[in-house]
């Protein structure tokens, strides 16, 4: 029965996503099952590690790049082909952060930790437990309610009920505290069976504790406008945020980065014409003047004319595209903007090392929680040095890609004190698609500004500095409203959106209801529970609410 239920899983909640080629199915599937408990420990660990940033091309492009990737600001396509470019919902390519979770990290993770705790290993469990909440925290972030503990348990079969967003996030404190008394408790085998599959920390178990309270303040802050439920079922909120603080990545930590020269599959997003930057983080980096923007793009890969008939030469500027523009299909002039960094693969970006955390989000988390009163901290000093820590990172990160050594001089601390805003957005082909900028703020730190207009700030810089990882992004910008989004331009989503709040959540893929179809009635059940809109939106569509993006609750 055992290896019937580890199988089941994976077949209810890894099969059937739909890939551009057709035949993504049968390339991540196999005729032969083989018992993962007969691979090497390693091998084992290595794939739901991994793909928490998928190295897949098709796995990859579902996972977020057609769909969170724009939601987020980051990123837009310039093919018209894809509808969820402009808020059409299509679940033939909604799927795929759902069953990545399902299929290469839950499967494995939920079977690892039995098996480690199984011989008293508690530190290999707690890693893999760290692992598992870092995916079931993306997943529930996208969708909503996800079916976890009725897999955990083992009394289901032909069904999976799902959990609620509250019991998720309870379920991940907890895990995250179990993984933290494990690493505490780590034996000298553990200690070697570590180094030798860890492509996450290398083996130091220092730095998976500053990864789990960086994750615990991380939820904590989620769930600032859920802090009254959450203490109803036990948990403190501000108690978790103050006890995580004392060792994040910010204490001596790093970016969590997996260098295997593995596929880092952006670049191809680009390539193949599907991906192009979008226009609220062009206009915002351009805006403030930020040094990390040659290390972020690339400049427009071809020469083009505007409607007032200028012409625009080749590596002449950054060009971004308004997210749900109503474009053409590709190609179009829209393929000729700013591309992603050595966007010729000379460098070896397509084997760039894959960002899991970016040691710069843990100073604006703790900027954010002593702005609330959570922790100590003077927020200023935090904020500033987000900043400069994200300015450190990603030159040595994309340095070498982009062929930039060093900063100009002081470029960093004219940044911090800059007083520049966002700049207007205006397309360069169609100038029905042009607006006005909508972050009014500067860089620089103002003491007397209002609460709000702080968090604004640390929100703003903190989205900069999390790129790529659109997940994150995505779900602190619906959780604060920062930074503000141009609005769609055109709205294809048949009511199911709106215009003014943008999307919302992600709809659950059409496989999720082929497979486990009375599990699923369960989840859009709590998730009319859950859901606080007040546009009138409820059930399995991008307009209804997450549970933690309460539309009852300010952000102060």
Known sequence: MKNIFKYSVAALFGLGLAACTGDFEKMNTSDVQVNPDDLPISSQCAEPMQYCYPPQQNMFQFWTNLTVDFYSGYFMTPNGNFSNGDMGENRGHSGGMYENHYLHVFNNTRRLVSTFEGKGEAALAGVMRIVQAYSLMMTTDVYGPLAHSSILSGEYESYFPFDSQQQLYQAMLDDIDKALDGFNKISDKEKADLGAFDIWCGGDVEMWKKIANTMKLRIALRLSKRESEMKAAGYDLPAIAKAAAANTLANGGKDIMI???????????????????????????????????????????????????????????????????????????????????????????????????????????????????????????????????????????????????????????????????????????????????????????????SKEDKLARIMTQKYIALFPLSTEAWAEQRRTGYPVLFPAYVNESNGAVTTEEGVRRQIYSSNAGDTNAEGLKTGIELLNKENTSKTGHSGDQGGTRVWWDNADKENF
């Open 259 to 449: 260098d295997k020269s593995l596929e880092n599959e952006l670049w191809l997003m680009f390539a193949w014409g599907d991906c192009g930057f979008n226009a609220n983080l062009v206009t915002l980096m351009s805006g403030l003047k930020d040094p990390r923007q040659p290390l972020y793009m690339g400049k427009n890969q071809g020469e083009f004319t505007t409607t007032d008939g200028t012409k625009v030469e080749k590596n002449s500027g950054y060009y971004g595209i308004r997210f749900a523009s109503g474009l053409p299909g590709k190609p179009n002039n829209w393929g000729n903007l700013s591309s992603w960094v050595d966007k010729d693969n000379q460098k070896g970006i397509y084997t760039a090392p894959l960002p899991i955390f970016k040691q710069a989000e843990s100073y604006f988390l703790l900027a954010e929680a002593a702005l609330r009163g959570w922790t100590s901290g003077d927020v200023k000093s935090l904020y500033e040095e987000g900043i400069r820590v994200s300015m450190a990172n990603e030159l040595a990160y994309k340095g070498k890609y982009a062929d930039i050594k060093e900063y100009a001089a002081n470029a960093v601390e004219d940044y911090i004190n800059g007083t520049s805003t966002q700049i207007d957005f205006v397309d360069p082909f169609d100038t029905k698609l042009n607006t006005r900028a909508l972050n009014k703020l500067c860089v620089k730190w103002d003491n007397g500004a």
